[in-house]
């Protein structure tokens, strides 16, 4: 007779028989069994106190008897086994130290101990307990509208563009806990704000906001990952404060965290994305949206026994927060620094600062109205929002002797000069008259120069007589104050004579390189046809 595995039913009915008075024959042709297998359960329940003659057997009785079948005489081991138990302390210290069992067999060989490595093996996981896994406690089910499981991954292609090109996208996918029920929204890149946009979707879609969101440690929600004090990015952490829910990143490497939606982007792109026809990302979008409530929503889950969409509409849906009912502004942080010129780059656009942050890195957030720039927890500064290229400039933020030349204040310079003296205040406002004031600006730093190097005085005298002979050039003027008698300070000139001689010319030839001579002064006035 072939060999067959009894089952237990069938060993209880064999005892019972035999209870009854039946013979070993009669009861194996019952049971379709060898007579040999019905001796050895009789045996077993004669070792067990059992007897022929008994009632009905209690379910004590019977496991006793099972007991005793599987009960098998403790083997001996061999001389391998042996050896294992003398490198007992040699073996479990490289194991602790992370070598490979096999390594371990061969370090025992190069020390002279032969060892097998199925008996290494068994010795290992009977007497060190290698390769043992802890038990799964398993977590208790949350309550309905409390958690949301976040995972990300690469999707699929879409079809060519007019280039012949094709592009990979992702996919953001949002599961609940409780139900089941799951969204998914693609994107290009995995980064802070496709995560704000993909969870504003996300709320959209559920029509709420779940209270927790477990995400993977992906750097766009969690900069530093940490098993009790994860580090979160700051954009994304402002934008959890604004919706009034909380993130609990699961440990790295650690899939246990999220066992029950564990896996959701392998059946995502195979079941929502592979083989369709998607031009662009929008046609994913509403691939996504349409597989999530009519098919992967309308498909009885396994582990709850209840169609997703069915079951999240009907007991999580009312527990959610409120749904958003405008817009999340997604704001922008960054760490610019402060260049020479007081001004610091936000988003290609330069917004000014106090002289005193020039060379400092501040940190900058911007919305779609405003950038503020802070230093540390203090805010220093507010500007509007400027487009890329744009500049906001605060003439509070410049020394006031630098503010008019920076923000070309025209009167500030007319100011200037009048200080100097009233015909230099007058020959600067001309030298300003025109339709583009701020072309000639250069002129009027030159003529402040001019005052600075010359005295105030004296350039207020020359100025004058310029203005009389309507004269407006500052390089003739400064050539009158180089040539011109220096001012005392009672106005008057210092000499009215030239010290200067006049020098001899270079090149004065003497008369007589010349073929006619020269006649005298006198005989050319007394006769002058005499030398003709």
């Known amino acids: 007779?072939?060999?067959?595995?009894?089952?237990?039913?069938?060993?209880?009915?064999?005892?019972?028989?035999?209870?009854?008075?039946?013979?070993?024959?009669?009861?194996?042709?019952?049971?379709?069994?060898?007579?040999?297998?019905?001796?050895a359960y009789i045996k077993a329940a004669t070792k067990c106190g059992l007897s022929p003659k008994g009632g009905d057997l209690t379910d004590e009785e019977v496991t006793a008897v099972l007991v005793a079948l599987k009960a098998t005489p403790e083997r001996l081991h061999?001389?391998?086994?042996?050896?294992?138990?003398?490198?007992?302390?040699?073996?479990?210290?490289k194991l602790e130290q992370g070598v490979r069992l096999t390594k371990v067999g061969r370090l025992l060989g190069r020390q002279g101990v032969q060892v097998p490595y199925a008996t290494l093996h068994r010795f290992a996981v009977t007497e060190l307990e290698f390769g043992a896994t802890g038990l799964t406690m398993p977590v208790a089910d949350c309550a309905p509208g409390k958690e949301v499981q976040l995972d990300t991954g690469w999707m699929t292609l879409l079809e060519p563009d007019l280039f012949g090109n094709r592009r990979r996208f992702r996919a953001w996918i949002f599961t609940s806990v409780f139900s089941r029920h799951r969204f998914v929204?693609?994107?290009?890149?995995?980064?802070?704000?496709?995560?704000?946009?993909?969870?504003?979707?996300?709320?959209?879609?559920?029509?709420?906001?779940?209270?927790?969101?477990?995400?993977?440690?992906?750097?766009?929600?969690?900069?530093?990952?940490?098993?009790?004090?994860?580090?979160?990015?700051?954009?994304?952490?402002?934008?959890?404060?604004?919706?009034?829910?909380?993130?609990?990143?699961t440990r790295v490497r650690s899939p246990r965290d999220k066992g029950r939606v564990e896996r959701a982007v392998q059946p995502t792109r195979d079941d929502?994305?592979?083989?369709?026809?998607?031009?662009?990302?929008?046609d994913a979008h509403r691939r996504a949206r349409y597989w999530c409530l009519r098919e992967y929503g309308m498909r009885r889950h396994s582990r709850t026994g209840r169609l997703p969409l069915e079951h999240f509409e009907a007991e999580e849906k009312m527990h959610l927060l409120a749904a958003p009912t405008e817009a999340y502004d997604?704001?922008?942080?960054?760490?610019?620094?402060?260049?020479?010129?007081?001004?610091?780059?936000?988003?290609?656009?330069?917004?000014?600062?106090?002289?005193?942050?020039?060379?400092?890195?501040?940190?900058?957030?911007a919305d779609r109205s405003t950038v503020r720039f802070y230093e540390g927890t203090q805010l220093v500064k507010t500007h509007p929002r400027k487009p890329p290229h744009g500049r906001s400039t605060d003439p509070s933020d410049f020394p006031a002797e630098k503010a008019a030349y920076a923000l070309r204040d025209v009167a500030f310079l007319h100011r200037q000069a009048a200080e100097r003296g009233e015909a230099v205040g007058r020959f600067a406002k001309a030298l300003l008259d025109g339709p583009l004031p701020w072309t000639r600006m250069r002129r009027v730093y030159a003529l402040l120069g001019l005052c600075k190097r010359y005295g105030d005085d004296r350039v207020n005298q020359s100025c004058a007589v310029a203005l009389e002979a309507q004269m407006f050039d500052v390089h003739r003027l400064q050539r009158m104050l180089k040539?011109?008698?220096s001012v005392t300070s009672?106005?008057?000139?210092?000499?009215t004579t030239s010290s200067k001689a006049v020098p001899i010319a270079r090149y004065l030839r003497s008369p007589s390189q010349y073929a006619l001579a020269f006649p005298s002064n006198a005989k050319s006035t007394n006769n002058p046809g005499e030398n003709r």
């Open 272 to 282: 929502c994305f592979a083989g369709e026809v998607m031009q662009t990302l929008e």
């Open 483 to 485: 040539l011109g008698p």
């Open 490 to 495: 009672a106005g008057a000139p210092a000499s």
């Open 78 to 93: 061999g001389d391998s086994w042996q050896l294992c138990a003398e490198q007992r302390a040699f073996i479990e210290q």
């Open 330 to 365: 997604i704001p922008l942080w960054c760490d610019p620094k402060v260049a020479r010129d007081q001004h610091a780059q936000v988003a290609k656009a330069l917004y000014s600062l106090p002289r005193r942050f020039v060379g400092q890195l501040l940190r900058a957030r």
């Open 185 to 249: 929204w693609p994107c290009f890149r995995e980064t802070t704000e496709t995560a704000i946009l993909a969870c504003e979707a996300a709320w959209e879609f559920f029509g709420g906001v779940f209270e927790v969101l477990i995400p993977d440690n992906t750097k766009a929600i969690v900069i530093k990952p940490d098993p009790l004090s994860p580090v979160m990015n700051q954009a994304f952490l402002e934008y959890t404060q604004a919706r009034g829910f909380y993130v609990d990143p």
């Open 1 to 39: 007779m072939p060999y067959r595995e009894v089952s237990m039913i069938e060993i209880k009915e064999a005892l019972r028989l035999w209870r009854r008075g039946e013979f070993k024959k009669a009861i194996a042709r019952k049971l379709g069994i060898a007579r040999n297998t019905v001796r």
